[in-house]
């Protein structure tokens, strides 16, 4: 859904998004029927972020809400990239997963 439009993110839930936040250039909604914990923020008429607050949803591969480092290191290996915070002390978080087995090249 990341990059679609309102709309046809909306089509491709199979449900209406009821807005949580005012509308304005930025602003957040949750789908009205399907898996409760989701919302959707939304950037200029685009889906650019969804956050998961419920441990009951996971992606294909079982990785959710509370898993350790470790457990998505085991589940994606090197295709996991990390960042580190400066304000979280050295804490790292899991920010991107590669699709392809290796980086592009050249």
Do not use: K, N
Not at 28 to 57: C, H, K, M, N, Y
């Amino acid at each position: 859904m990341f990059g679609m439009t309102l709309h046809d993110a909306q089509v491709a839930a199979g449900s209406q998004f009821t807005p949580i936040t005012p509308v304005g250039h930025c602003f957040l909604v949750a789908p009205e029927a399907g898996q409760a914990g989701l919302t959707f923020w939304v950037v200029s008429g685009t889906v650019e972020r969804v956050d998961v607050d419920t441990r009951t949803i996971t992606t294909r591969s079982g990785a959710g809400i509370g898993d350790t480092e470790d457990r998505i290191r085991e589940l994606f290996g090197e295709r996991i990239q990390t960042t580190t915070l400066p304000e979280d002390r050295g804490t790292s978080w899991p920010t991107s997963l590669r699709t392809s087995p290796t980086p592009p090249t050249g």
